[in-house]
């Protein structure tokens, strides 16, 4: 057994250790703690699959961003949580247990009955790799010859936040949401609110420029900036905005409306919706990879914020 390979053998195991152990953990905060653990390790089973862009997202937000919205959560579940029947959630557990059961037979069925020599576009893919003028596959990918996946993943995030926002009641709509951190937080954080923020923007910005040729891009970027907002919040450095506020609702669609506005230059410049004209592809990319970061900062510190509310607040 090499080196290499027991490494990966025991990150597996200790992955799926980690992944049974956040489902069957009693307690919710345990459970969020647990899958937070996951997404740092499936992060790395990524790193070792080399598909570090994976890997960045994973880590960015699957476990950070949404690891933080679970703490979140199961405090204010928590404060007023009513439990169950035992029979109710006996009956849910094993509904769900047979649901993953069929999950993984399926996977595991279709996994098996690929033929020996899987079809794949990726060599056309890297063929036309130069006529994006990207260096990163995966961003050629998903900005050229995915970009409509992309583009309705912006959408969807401003659509996350309206739901969000539609959980306030009528009197606190166009208020402040809850600020995320205490009235007098600690000394220390308020420190690291003052010293992290500025290396944050640095390195959102670096993985937002790095990702034309290197792994990074603008969620991966935009996620880096959204915690560093978040920070300068909980440190109380800043009151969270209120909703009612046109730059923030500017700033929040700014990036898939830019991102629809060259879809549809496409018709005139290149003949086809979310197609580039010859020669000029990475500029226009790299514009919606710009507009498309500011747009997710602002989705996803808006997410962790919650819904708006006039408490304390004029």
Known sequence: MTLSFGFDLSLAVL??????????????FASVVAFISYGVLLALVWVRLS???????????????????????????????VDAPRSVRGAGRLLTALFCIATTLGIATAFLSLPEKAPTLAPLAAEHLPSTGLGNPVTAVLLSYRAIDTLLESVVLVFAVVGVWTFASDRDWGGRPESPGKDRPEQPLTFLGQILPPLGIL????????GAT????????????AA????????????????????LRFALIGG??????????????????????????????????????F????????????APGRKGHP
């Open 203 to 210: 390195v959102g910005v670096h993985l937002v420029w790095t």
């Open 51 to 81: 598909a570090v862009d994976v890997a960045l997202t994973e880590a960015a937000i699957g476990s950070g961003v949404t690891g933080a919205l679970l703490i979140g959560a199961a405090a204010k579940v928590g404060e007023g949580a």
């Open 214 to 225: 290197e792994p990074g891009g603008a969620f991966q970027g935009g996620t880096v900036l």
């Open 256 to 293: 898939p409306a830019l991102f629809l506005g060259v879809g549809v230059a496409g018709f005139a410049l290149a003949k086809a919706f979310l197609a580039y004209p010859e020669g000029h592809s990475k500029a226009f990319i790299l514009v919606i990879e710009a507009a498309l970061t």
């Open 228 to 247: 560093a907002w978040i920070l300068v919040m909980a440190a109380g450095l800043r009151k969270p905005p209120s909703i009612e506020g046109a730059w």
């Open 15 to 28: 992955t799926l250790a980690v992944a049974g152990y956040a489902i069957g953990a009693r307690e919710s």
């Open 295 to 306: 747009s997710i900062a602002i989705a996803l510190g808006l997410l962790a914020l919650g």
